[in-house]
């Protein structure tokens, strides 16, 4: 599919693209904008033909008090497992996850991130806590908010530290 000035249209089209109203666009507009937009995982295509964005996945856990050795161990090997993790943060008894998830939508987003602690805490020996926050954001919303002031440090992303 060849690439066209936002809001230019073809021959014979009579779907105009609006392009001062954000959601404007029709979905074929919007997703070539954010294609142009998201390096990366975000404008790949899907097996369906459908296109997968990025959204910013914090995760809060909470339990029993843990050694905290054996904490950042478990959190480290999280690290490893799940590649597009970005961040954790931890004290003996909670802990928060920063990361990238590739889904279609927010429903799937939000199942995947839910999932994620059940389904490592066996083989990275995560401490048998449940989750306690999930907050879910697209990726333009979360560039928003950095440039506003909100959010991490971009000194501080990445890795597992202590609170």
């Known amino acids: 599919m060849g690439r066209r000035r936002q809001g230019a249209r073809s021959a014979g089209t009579a ?4 392009t001062s109203i954000n959601g404007g666009a029709s979905r074929t507009a919007r997703a070539d904008a954010a294609t142009q ?9 899907e097996e369906d033909g459908s296109r997968a964005r990025l959204w910013h996945v914090v995760l809060s856990v909470a339990g029993p008090a843990t050694p905290l ?4 161990r ?10 597009p993790f970005l961040t954790a943060r931890y004290a003996a008894d909670h802990g928060e ?20 602690w059940g389904e490592h805490k066996a083989t990275a020996q995560l401490p048998p806590w449940e ?4 907050e879910v954001v697209d990726r333009p919303t979360y560039h928003k908010r950095i440039a506003e002031g909100y959010g991490e440090s971009r000194a501080f992303l990445g890795g597992v530290h202590p609170y």
């Open 15 to 18: 779907d105009p693209v609006l």
């Open 37 to 45: 937009d998201a390096p990366g995982p975000s404008a790949s295509l």
């Open 69 to 72: 050795t054996e904490l950042k």
């Open 74 to 83: 478990g959190l480290e090997q999280l690290a490893h497992d799940h590649t």
């Open 97 to 116: 996850i920063r990361y990238w998830e590739q889904a279609e939508d927010l429903q799937d987003a939000a199942a995947m991130a839910l999932r994620l």
């Open 131 to 134: 989750i306690v926050g999930l």
